[in-house]
Nanobody, 125 residues
Framework: QVQLVQSGGGLVQAGGSLRLSCAAS????????MAWFRQAPGKEREFVAT????????YYADSVKGRFTISRDNARNMAYLQIDSLKPEDTAVYYC??????????????????WGKGTLVTVSS
């Protein structure tokens, strides 16, 4: 049974930082690209960042470039999203997702094979 268990998130002031974690089980972790998406109230789920199975390639949405950092630890089957310089518009439910590795890496929600349940990040101004 595949599970992506998320942790982290919470309420933080603008300018603050958070680290989201995603623990994977039931998959050959290094064979999967890992991604983060987010969904703000009343909006569609949007791509945030993705990292290749080896960790050597990553992509970011323009809105988070320079503030968010995606990483992974294949020895521990963990993916992370470090979020710095938080803005109120970053408020959303954040989801981790796993996609069987492809070239090029896919960045649309419909391509993901597995999803975490989401964790809420709320940024106060």
């Amino acid at each position: 049974q595949v599970q992506l268990v998320q942790s982290g998130g919470g309420l933080v002031q603008a300018g603050g930082s958070l680290r989201l974690s995603c623990a994977a089980s039931g998959i050959g972790f290094s064979y999967y690209d890992m991604a983060w998406f987010r969904q703000a109230p009343g909006k569609e789920r949007e791509f945030v960042a993705t990292i290749s199975g080896s960790g050597g390639v990553s992509y970011y949405a323009d809105s988070v470039k320079g503030r968010f950092t995606i990483s992974r630890d294949n020895a521990r089957n963990m993916a992370y999203l470090q979020i710095d310089s938080l803005k109120p518009e970053d408020t959303a439910v954040y989801y981790c997702a796993a996609d069987r590795s492809t070239t090029p890496i896919r960045r649309h929600a419909g391509a993901m094979d597995y999803w975490g349940k989401g964790t809420l990040v709320t940024v106060s101004s």
